[in-house]
Structures are given as C-alpha cells and as structure tokens.
C-alpha cells in the first residue's frame, strides 16, 4: 500500500558514449527520461531520419508477417496468447542485429511477392471478365469487331430481354421509306435473363436507317471489341489465365517457403521497435560538442544499480536528487502479491499522485469480498480459481498484466468458494438435485449453509450487505482523514472527517432500535438508555460541527451556515450510497436462483441413462453460461462500487504512470543481466 519514491537522476557522459548508455538505460528499464529545461545553449541531434527508417522496417517487417500468416498460418494452441513472449539476452541482440538487413531483404520479397500475386490475380479477374462478356457470343463465327463487306454492314450486340426475331424485323421496317423494303438478315446468338444477342445483316445503304432502328429498341455494342472470334478470345484468355495462375503459384511457393524465417523477423521487428524507441530518446539530449546531458526519474531503490551499471563502465557524473515539493512526478505502485492483482482496476480508474494514499492493499480486501459475495456458488469458485490457477502454473511467461489479472480471478475464486459454502450452494442445489434424482434420496439438504440460505432470509442478507456498506464507506473515509492528519491539518480532520463519524454514527444508532429497522430485521434492538443518549449527542454534535465549520474558509457568516446546510443535506448521497450494495444481495440471488432453475430443467427427464446424458447437457451448457453471465456482473458491479461509492468519499487520481525507457517489445524480452 504505498506509491514508490522517485528520485531525480542526471547524467552527464562523453558524447562518445551516449548510445551506448542509452542501450545500457533501455536494457535497465528503470528511467523515465525527460528533456531538460534548460536556457544553456546545447545542441539537439536531429534522429527523425532514422526513426522513420526504423519504423519503416517495422512496418515492412509487420506486412509481411501479417502475409505469411495468410499464406502459411502457423499451427497455434487456443491458449498460445499465453505462452507471453519469448525471453533473450543482449547477446542475442547483437545477432539479429548481424541479420537485420537479410530480415529486411525477406521482407521486402515478401511483400514484393504479394504484391506479384495481387495484380495478376486482378488480371485474371479481368480476363475472367472478358470471357463472361464473350461467352453470349461464342455462336458468332466471326470477329466482334466486324462490320460488313463493301456491299453489306453488320451489326453485333444486344436488344432488351424478351425481343422476339418478328418484333425486331417489325421495328426496322418501321423505320423504312414509304413503299420501300429493307432487306435485313438477323440471327438470335443466345439469351439470357439480361438480354438478347443477335447478329444483323443489312446492305450498306440501308446501314443508317437499320442503326436508328435498333438504337431506338435498345440496342448496345459489346463491351469487349476483339480482332479474333469470340470463341477464339475466350480461349486465349483461358491460356492466359493458366500463365498467370503457373506465375501465382511459384510466388505462394516462394511465400511458404520463407514462413522459415517467420522468427528471425519476429526478432528483427522488435529490434528496430528498440533502436526507434533508443532514437526518440537520443533525439531529446541536450549536448555539446563532447558531452551530453540525460535526466530522469527513477525509483529510489533502483538508483544504486544505475550508479553502478552506467558510473562504473562509464567516464560520467551521475546527480541524483529528491523531487521539489511541488514537483508530481510519475507514479508506480509497490504493493503485496494479493494486493497487487487488483492494480489494473485502479489504473483503470486513475493512479494517485504523489503525496497521496495508495488504496491499492484496502480496496484489494473489500474487492475480493464483493466479489465472492456476488457470485457465491462454491463450484463456480471451484471452477474459477482451478482454472486461473492451472492457467498460471502452465503459462509461465505470459504477459505481466495477463498474470495480475489471472491470479485477481484466482483469488476471487476462493472467495466465491468461500461465500458458496455460507450460503449453501455448490453448483446451485446440485448435490440435493442429483441425490434426488438418481439416488431416490429423499431427506435433509446435503449441504448445509454454514451461515445461512440467503433464498430463505434474503432480508437478514440485506442488513449484512448494508452493514458491509457502511464498513467500506467509512473506510473511505477514514483514509480520507489520514490524508488530513498526514498534512497536519487537524482541524479541517475534526471538520470534515470526525464530524460526519459522529453525525453518521448517532443516526445509525438511533436507527437500529427504532420499528422501521425492527420490521425489515424481523427481530427488534435495544440498546441501554446511555447509549441511546450518546448517539443523540454524538449526532447532534456532528451535525452541528458540519453546519457551522464545513464553510469556515468564508468570512460571511450567513455564507457559512449556508453552505454548512448544504453539505449536511450529504446524507442523502450516503444513504444512496448505502442502498447501493443491495446490489450484493441482488447478483448473489441472482446466480443461486438461476442454478436452481438450471438443475431442474437437468432433472426433468427423470433418472436412468437418458436421463443421466440429458441432465449432464443441460447442466454443463447451463452452469457454464450462468458462471460466464454472472461473473462478468460481479465483476462490473464491483468495480462500480469502488469507484463510485468508495473512491467517492476520498480518492482523487490524476497521477501519470511511471513509464521508464525500456525495450517494449512485441514478441521478444531482453534479459538483461545487471
């Protein structure tokens, strides 16, 4: 539960050694390198060239992997995500350094070949389109470009669908002088749903008044104008088509057989990720003509290892200092193996600044309670924390934020086994279920709650769920005072932190005795005359303190009262806040109630074989969407309830996360030995 002390760190090294620390830093990963702001007149060395050549060969390298994996997929498990990536040394690194430029030469083959194979397959496509124009035609034994002899004219195309031979003779003379008759030979190619294909033959005088008339029936041209037959076409674009296909075969060939060097570009991606990352950095240093200056955070137990690694193989002065008083900084959580799952949800919401609570460790506890108590089925714990934990025990290397997230999931497993067993239900009422059905047992539940059944008393939950509320709220706002006291500031502590303790307080205890509280308890409280009147002066005094200190930065004492009467009317939002962990009670009903209905409709078929098949069905299908539907909403609802209620009472985020120098790869981690 604590945020990690950062210190100031700047190093001043030969300019001859800059990349070579910088290698050594981002080896390290512990410095967050920041510009220093400075009104000396040093030089900054322009790298853009070089990190967009870098990123150039990331993006070359990435395109053709991206290709291979279309081309020659690698063989995969379900579960390879897991595997997390591949662990080498610095040694390693100089050799694929020797490699770069042959899994740049790869690459661009790669690509080079895709792209081969991208036209041609385009040209095929447009020869196959051809064909489809011309395949109408293929009756017609000569050239579609034909148009008659010196006596006669042709014309070859298409007429509207559903034109008959008479109709197109009975439309051409209609366009005939008086007393006159065109003589003209038509010939029906083919028909489709589109379009008829004819073939016309006119003299050549009449060539014009034949046009008009087709054109005014719709006639239209081929689109594809050929010196060969159409038959002819057809066939030659076959053959064309076979080459081009021959040519995209050898370029796949050569696609799959360079899947070989799927892992030296793997490697030779993340080595220019690194050297792109190392440019951006070296592109920020202040420096002269023989020196260079570097300046960063780095957390204060770290800074021994860089005064070692980088002071004792280097020629430069290492500065290391606290951070000004009103100097931020980054921020990076240090908190224990429980705690730590849960840092994600807090990152998610915002980190702390410096100077402020971690509430990492005591969100963890009531996190991983609420959990449980929201999905409370001891077997869908049994089958959360058995399948986190196998997971974890097997997938060693997995990705660091994957890992936190599987052992939070782990650990709310054994909570839900945990509030299962309380409540009496494992896999709903399965056991009873499948004692009565196929056993013939007929006597008391099996598996006792060891509390109580929350679907026989779910009232007497309900008051558990609000006293746990009422626990986490003012948790909140006790770290809240703590924050006061940390800064010294003890009247604004007694104000606006023991004021509300003693106005809460009070009404609480002068709530559990009273009838309203006896009839949704169903028992009824009393307390000794003493303590009745202490929580009356407790609440009294608090309310008082809250009206008339909550404004006590204002001179106007009207303002003050006022503003005093606003912040009292805050009951409201903590009694909302109160109401909102029903919500415990509701998704804990909620899972048992549809487990139950799961078993049942398992049972319905009776005993014996049948029975035994259908009942394992129905009940593998659905316990396995109501674990999956019901975790996601414990999980949901506990997040709200840490963000909205509790971080509501005390949190303030707005720190930035600690983002060191690092080789933040894609498939390979360094290891780097310091």
Known sequence: MSIVQMQKVTISALREDRKAILEKLQAMGVMEVHPIETD????????????????????????????????????????????????????????IAKKRDLAVDIAARIVRNEKNIAERKAKIARYRSDMEALEPYKNLGLPLWFQG???TRMFVGTMPQGTSMEELYTLIQQHADTDETIDVEAEKLSEDVNAVYLAVLCRKEDAQKVEEALRSGGFAYPSVRTSRTPQGKIDQRIEKIGKEQEEIDKLTKSIEGDADHRELLRQASDYFRMRSAKYAVLGNLQQTDSVFFLNGYVPKEAVPAVEKTIGENYRCVIDVSDLAPDEAGPTLLRNNRVSETVEGVLKSYGLPTRG?????TIMSVFYIIFFGMMLSDAGYGLVMAAGCAIVLLKFKNMDAGMKKTLRMFFWCGLSTMFWGFMYGGFFGDAIDVVAKTFFGYTGDPILKPLWFAPLEEPMRLLLWCMLFGVIHLFTGLGIKGYEYLKKGDVLGWVCDILSWYLFLGGLIFMLIPSDIFASIAGRTFSFPPAVSLIAKIAAIAGAATIVLMSGRGRKNIGLRIALGAYDLYGISSWLSDVLSYSRLLALGLATGVIASVINMMASMAGGGVVGAI???????LGHTLNI????LGAYVHTNRLQFVEFFGKFYEAGGSEFSPFK???KYVEVKEEL
């Open 40 to 95: 000396e007149d040093f030089t900054v060395m322009d790298t853009t060239a070089a990190r967009q050549s870098f990123d150039r060969n990331v993006s070359l390298i990435e395109n053709a992997l991206d290709i291979l994996e279309q081309y020659a997929p690698e063989k995969k498990s379900m579960f390879s995500s897991l595997n997390g990536k591949e662990a080498i040394s610095g040694a390693d690194v100089a050799k």
């Open 149 to 151: 002899t010196d006596t």
């Open 356 to 360: 402020h609570v971690d509430p990492t």
């Open 614 to 620: 259908l009942f394992i069905l129905v009940f593998v």
């Open 628 to 631: 999956g539907i019901n975790a």
């Open 663 to 665: 080789t933040d790869n």
